[in-house]
């Protein structure tokens, strides 16, 4: 074994089934998140909203089989790091727009000033997205539950939109964005639409988002690619209505946002500055639950300028001051090439990244005596899923997690990052499932990986 210097969280024991301290210490980006009961975190095309000093994330339910609607879940935090699991908010209905085999994302929830009630936003759709517009919610506590009320309504008709997103200006004023660019203030009791203070500037931008920071607005989203990644790109503007001046992307051109997807900015306003947390989804169909990640990253805000200058697979924002850190921990880690990994299968030396393999039932297994194992390795285009078993020194299994190895460009990465558990021996297997990410666009054409590879670059271990 040999020392090297990672990005990753190394804190005490904390068992996964009742997890009573904090199981991290960081903001981890690109690796599955488990929440105080050791299960998935799933809430994509999420928005926060911060009540009473408590943080309430909110996000797309999904299973591991199809895109269908299956919920909208709720977590709570304290610190951004550590996710309670509060409730599904949102079930799926019995019938109806958002009842069986149809289609519900991007949930954004708003606190009305007005009445003091909560709204929830979404975009329901039927599977083959052919009958969307958004929707809307209302509960009177923050996690729900929520009751489902249909279309939201402008001018007596359904707004017909897909991807969609929200913005709470400072004085209160609701809004709801549309891909495209469309902006609608919301009424004083935020159930319907007054009026369109912004039309349609630019073919495709979806997954829009909007915040502020003194006078000017910045407006990001994507380009149109389905669920694959693109670079995302913004608009700068004085006020809302416009004229929204488009300003290119906001991470390094080629990066593809950092394999994401935009879905919202959330302020993080402290005593010595306002971090600006861009939340991005790296998805992963069909394992939407269990592989799909989250790409949360600091905005760099300056001016007319925003940027995601580099990656930062490991960060803190100090909740008191606002202040955001990259974190540098020690760990030890485990070579690729480590007599203590045992390879099974057809397993090939990669330049880039130790081993790689993908034939289906493959294994890399190894036993060490840890509280929180890391595992890096390299995403590729041809990367498919892989799965990861984790089993204690009585043979019980504490853990299984799928993974994702798939990049439209090749780098290594912290691929995962467990949670942290009580002090023992473990095994970890680690598994060519042979299967891929992939997604059907509307014209037949398939995008995603062109392949099964799973590759193996090191193991971390925290005693």
């Given at each position: 074994?040999?020392?090297?210097?990672?990005?990753?969280?190394?804190?005490?024991?904390?068992?996964?089934?009742?997890?009573?301290?904090?199981?991290?210490?960081?903001i981890?980006?690109?690796?599955?998140?488990?929440?105080?009961?050791g299960?998935?975190?799933?809430?994509?095309?999420?928005?926060?909203?911060?009540?009473?000093?408590?943080?309430?994330?909110?996000?797309?339910?999904?299973?591991?089989?199809?895109?269908?609607?299956?919920?909208?879940?709720?977590?709570?935090?304290?610190?951004?790091?550590?996710?309670?699991?509060?409730?599904?908010?949102?079930?799926?209905?019995a019938?109806?727009?958002?009842?069986?085999?149809?289609?519900?994302?991007?949930?954004k929830?708003?606190?009305?000033?007005?009445?003091?009630?909560?709204?929830?936003?979404?975009?329901?759709?039927?599977?083959?997205?052919?009958?969307?517009?958004?929707?809307?919610?209302?509960?009177?506590?923050?996690?729900?539950?929520?009751?489902?009320?249909?279309?939201?309504?402008y001018?007596g008709?359904?707004?017909?939109?897909?991807?969609m997103?929200?913005?709470?200006?400072?004085?209160?004023?609701?809004?709801?964005?549309?891909?495209?660019?469309?902006?609608?203030?919301?009424?004083?009791?935020?159930?319907?639409?007054?009026?369109?203070?912004?039309k349609?500037?630019?073919?495709?931008?979806?997954?829009?988002?909007?915040?502020?920071?003194?006078?000017?607005?910045?407006?990001?989203?994507?380009?149109?690619?389905?669920?694959?990644?693109?670079?995302?790109?913004?608009?700068?503007?004085?006020?809302?209505?416009?004229?929204?001046?488009?300003?290119?992307?906001?991470?390094?051109?080629?990066?593809?946002?950092?394999?994401?997807?935009?879905?919202?900015?959330?302020?993080?306003?402290?005593?010595?500055?306002?971090?600006?947390?861009?939340?991005?989804?790296?998805?992963?169909?069909?394992?939407?639950?269990?592989?799909?990640?989250?790409?949360w990253?600091?905005?760099?805000?300056?001016?007319?300028n925003?940027?995601?200058?580099?990656?930062?697979?490991?960060?803190?924002?100090?909740?008191?001051?606002?202040?955001?850190?990259?974190?540098?921990?020690?760990?030890?880690?485990?070579?690729?090439?480590?007599?203590?990994?045992?390879?099974?299968?057809?397993?090939?030396?990669?330049?880039?990244?130790?081993?790689?393999?993908?034939?289906?039932?493959?294994?890399?297994?190894?036993?060490?005596?840890?509280?929180?194992?890391?595992?890096?390795g390299?995403?590729?285009?041809?990367?498919?899923?892989?799965?990861?078993?984790?089993?204690?020194?009585?043979?019980?299994?504490?853990?299984?997690?799928?993974?994702?190895?798939?990049?439209?460009?090749?780098?290594?990465?912290?691929?995962?990052?467990?949670?942290?558990?009580?002090?023992?021996?473990?095994?970890?297997?680690?598994?060519?499932?042979?299967?891929?990410?992939?997604?059907?666009?509307?014209?037949?054409?398939?995008?995603?990986?062109?392949?099964?590879?799973?590759?193996?670059?090191?193991?971390?271990?925290?005693?």
């Amino acid at each position: 074994m040999r020392t090297v210097i990672v990005f990753l969280a190394l804190i005490g024991n904390v068992g996964l089934s009742a997890q009573t301290k904090k199981a991290y210490n960081a903001i981890f980006s690109g690796v599955p998140w488990f929440d105080d009961k050791g299960n998935t975190v799933s809430a994509h095309g999420a928005n926060i909203v911060k009540d009473k000093g408590k943080y309430y994330l909110f996000g797309e339910r999904h299973n591991d089989t199809s895109n269908a609607f299956v919920g909208f879940n709720c977590y709570s935090s304290a610190d951004l790091y550590n996710w309670k699991f509060e409730r599904i908010a949102l079930p799926l209905q019995a019938s109806g727009k958002l009842g069986p085999n149809r289609v519900g994302e991007r949930p954004k929830v708003m606190k009305c000033p007005s009445t003091g009630e909560y709204i929830m936003y979404m975009h329901a759709d039927t599977l083959g997205y052919v009958d969307q517009f958004v929707g809307y919610a209302t509960a009177k506590n923050i996690t729900g539950p929520y009751t489902f009320h249909g279309p939201l309504l402008y001018n007596g008709k359904p707004i017909k939109k897909w991807d969609m997103g929200t913005f709470q200006d400072k004085e209160g004023s609701g809004y709801v964005l549309l891909h495209g660019g469309d902006i609608y203030k919301l009424s004083t009791d935020y159930k319907s639409i007054s009026e369109q203070v912004n039309k349609a500037f630019e073919r495709g931008f979806e997954s829009p988002a909007i915040f502020r920071k003194d006078s000017l607005y910045y407006f990001l989203g994507s380009d149109l690619t389905g669920w694959e990644r693109n670079d995302n790109y913004y608009f700068t503007a004085t006020s809302l209505k416009g004229p929204w001046i488009k300003r290119g992307f906001f991470a390094p051109q080629g990066t593809l946002t950092w394999n994401s997807q935009t879905t919202f900015v959330l302020p993080i306003e402290g005593t010595k500055e306002t971090t600006y947390l861009f939340m991005g989804d790296r998805w992963s169909f069909p394992k939407q639950a269990s592989a799909a990640t989250y790409v949360w990253q600091p905005l760099a805000v300056s001016g007319y300028n925003i940027s995601l200058p580099g990656f930062k697979e490991a960060w803190t924002v100090d909740q008191k001051t606002g202040v955001g850190s990259s974190i540098t921990v020690k760990g030890e880690a485990i070579g690729a090439g480590d007599t203590g990994i045992t390879y099974t299968g057809n397993w090939k030396q990669d330049t880039l990244a130790g081993k790689s393999s993908d034939e289906k039932g493959a294994i890399v297994s190894f036993t060490v005596k840890a509280t929180q194992i890391g595992i890096f390795g390299l995403a590729r285009p041809d990367g498919g899923y892989a799965g990861i078993v984790i089993r204690n020194s009585k043979g019980e299994t504490v853990l299984t997690s799928n993974v994702d190895f798939y990049s439209k460009y090749p780098v290594v990465l912290l691929k995962f990052m467990g949670p942290v558990l009580k002090k023992d021996t473990y095994t970890v297997t680690v598994s060519v499932l042979g299967e891929r990410w992939w997604w059907k666009e509307k014209s037949g054409r398939l995008s995603g990986s062109k392949g099964h590879y799973v590759s193996v670059s090191s193991v971390v271990i925290s005693e």
